[in-house]
Structures are given as C-alpha cells and as structure tokens.
C-alpha cells in the first residue's frame, strides 16, 4: 500500500454524522430537543473532523486482511507512547509502567477501585469534568468538591482553603491537567502545590492529561511526572483519544511506577479480565507518529483559529464572558452577568439558537453560571453558533 505524504487536513470540510450512531448529533433531540437538522451539536468532547490519514490507513489494513482475532501484544503501542511523550514532553515513561485500559473513564473506574475502598472521600477540583464524579458515586464512594478560586477570570488553586476541608478520609485526588471545562494549562509552581496538597494529605494523586496534545499555540504543558516529589504516590492518565478525535475506540493508558501502586493496579485489571482493543492498538499506535506530529500541528492553528473568532464574537454578548482557552476544545462561558436565571440561559441557547452544549451544573459546584461549548467543528459552523448566539441575545445588546 502506498504511504506517500499526505495531502493537508480539510477540517473545513463539513462532514455529516447524522444517522451514524453518533452520540454528538444523533442523541442532541432526545437529550436536549434540539433537532439535528437544524441544530449545530456543540456538547460531546469529539470533533467534528476525520484523524490523520495515518489512522485510516491502519483500519483499512485491518479491514483488508479481514480476520479479527486478539492482539498479541500492546508492546508496539507502548513504545510508540514513549517515543510520543519523550517528542513532545520531554518525558519517556518505561514501558512496563504502561497500562492500556478501555477510555480513560475506565482507568478512572479502575483507579478508584484500586486505591480507595466504600466509603472513603475522593477529592476532586470544580468545575471538573463531570464523568469523575459519577464514577466515585457509582463505587460508593464520597466526592469531596474543592471549588477552584477564579483569578482575573481564570482558575487558580486554593490550596489554603481545600486544606480545610480536609477530614482524613480522603484517600485520592484526582487532577485534570490540563483543566476541563476551563481549559487552564498549569504552572511549574501551581503543579507543584498539588504535589505538596497530595503529601500533605496523604493522597493518591491521579493526574488526567488527557488534553496534553491540544494547547494552542505557543502554551506549554508540563507532564505532572517530570513534578518533583509525586512519585511515589503519582498515576497518570493519557491517550492518543481526545488528540486525534478516536473516542470510538475506547483506549487509553494508566502509567504508574510506584511498585505497590504499580501491584494494586495490575491487580485489578487482571481480576477483571481486561485486555486491549486490536482496533484501538492499531489505530493509537498510528497516529503517535511523524504524520501524526504533522496533522496534529495543523489542528492546533485552526483550532487557535476558532477560539478567537467564537471568544471575540461571544464577548461582544453584554454580560457573557468566555473564560480565555489555554487548552482543549471546550469553551467554558459564563453567563452569569447576563442577569438571567440559569433556565432563561438555556432556553435562549437551545430554543432560539438551537445550539446543544453541556450544562455548567454538571460540573459540579462552580459551574452554576456556565455553560461549555465545542469549538472542534468546521469554522462555518462555529460562526453560525456565534451569529445565532449573538441574535439570541440581542436585546441585551
């Protein structure tokens, strides 16, 4: 098969996902009664763009050969996660520290498992993306919300009052870095006040990095592992699923080096019989590539390019304001200045301007006056949202 270069991504073409199965546009009626005909799906984390030609030609692959047994081995997948980290962040994790797991809600599921028993707190920092909590309720554990302080409209840590909030039964905390919904990138020294947090307390540190790849332009991510002082007690969640729009195939990774941490969680995978997707491997261990590396470049510079045109178009709104994006793909905005009820907020958002987005509440404590919106489409799309947004609340203007 011919692997010449490939031609430059399109991500203004419009593709359309309707009648696809796809939970972004196909579930936007029965979740939010927003047509998909007329709609413009701006909720579920995926985008609306095809992954590198890399990834297609390995499913192809797959597809051409035509049997579909078990994979031998994530071996290959997680040298390429090495070469990946060492390129991109200046860290080579060893490969036997290497867990593939099902999604990176999975190897959240799996790490309150391993590390916490019923009962016990796991900390989260709110607003925070909002499958943390389910899963810590859905295990019978407590959920101890310590909000975020906001800092010249972006969040800052507050380690001074989450210190009282403390009881001891707190035995794990879990870190998104960079942050979701507020697409904050972390400092050197706010890093390393969550390391110190964690010691302090005598926490599990799980620090999801599952939006690493996606800072825009000139920001720079810092692997939570290159923090000194966490390693004893640091696991790390990444995956190629959110960088090159492939959360269909339900892959992710855990890294641990701690061995007692390390022996906990190998633990829990083999007693629940968990083992690697054939597809996902492929399709993972493609795209952490120099093709991958190329197409990635690009995505960031247009998706640079949709948050400017939707913050400048959003702020125009009186009394809304898009907290500035650092990383993701995800607009976190507040309406709170609006003066409107959070209902009204809604009702003008997905009646008039029929824009599906996630709701703020979900979050968790902090999120009441917010709402998170998907820029990861074709830009025609993100200047509809951003007319219809502004026409919706005209009368404010």
């Known amino acids: 098969m011919s692997h010449e270069r490939p031609a430059a991504p399109d991500f203004d073409e419009i593709i359309d996902r309707r009648g ?11 979740v939010y009664g927003v047509s998909p005909d007329e709609g413009i799906a701006m909720w579920v984390a995926d985008m609306d763009f095809r992954p590198p030609l890399c990834v297609q030609r390995a499913v192809e692959e797959m597809a051409a050969h035509g049997i579909y047994g078990y994979a031998a081995s994530d071996a290959v997948q997680r040298e390429a996660i090495g070469w990946w980290m060492d390129r991109r962040h200046g860290w080579r994790p060893d490969a036997s520290d290497i867990f593939t797991t099902h999604g990176l809600v ?16 796991v900390v989260l920092f709110t607003p925070v993306y909002h499958a943390f909590a389910r899963v810590i309720r859905a295990a019978g554990r407590e959920v101890v919300e310590c909000p975020l302080a906001l800092d010249h409209g972006r969040y800052v840590p507050d380690f001074d009052a989450w210190d009282a909030m403390m009881t001891g039964r707190e035995r794990m905390m879990i870190l998104c870095s960079p942050q979701n919904p507020g697409g904050r990138v972390w400092g050197r020294a706010e890093l390393e006040g969550w390391a110190a947090f964690a010691r302090r307390h005598d926490l599990v540190l799980v620090s999801d990095e599952i939006h690493c790849d996606l800072t825009m332009p000139g920001v720079m991510h810092r692997a939570m592992p ?6 004893d007690r640091l696991v790390m969640l990444t995956a190629t699923t959110k960088t090159f729009n492939i959360a269909g195939a339900h892959i992710g990774n855990v890294i641990v080096s701690e061995p007692k941490l390390k022996a906990r ?12 997707n054939s597809f996902g ?26 948050r400017r045109l939707f913050e400048e178009g959003v702020a125009q709104i009186p009394g809304v304001r898009p907290m500035p994006l650092e990383s993701t793909y995800l607009e976190w905005v507040d309406f709170s200045d609006t003066g409107m009820t959070r209902e009204e907020v809604l009702r003008r958002i997905e009646g008039d301007a029929k824009i599906a987005v996630n709701h703020g509440t979900s979050f968790g404590r902090g999120g009441e006056s917010y709402q998170r919106f998907n820029i990861a489409t074709p830009r025609a799309r993100v200047a509809e949202a951003v007319a219809r947004l502004q026409s919706a609340f005209s009368d404010l203007q």
């Open 20 to 30: 696809t199965n796809c939970s972004k546009w196909d579930q936007m009626e029965p």
């Open 106 to 121: 999975n190897a959240t599921g799996l790490c309150v498992d391993a590390y916490t028993d019923p009962g016990e707190g």
């Open 226 to 231: 290159r923090i000194e002082g966490v390693a």
């Open 265 to 276: 969680f190998a633990s829990r995978m083999a007693a629940l019989g968990l083992s690697p």
């Open 281 to 306: 491997l492929a399709m993972a261990t493609a795209a952490m590539s120099p093709e991958g590396v190329e197409w990635l470049e690009a995505l960031r510079g247009y998706l640079d390019g949709n």
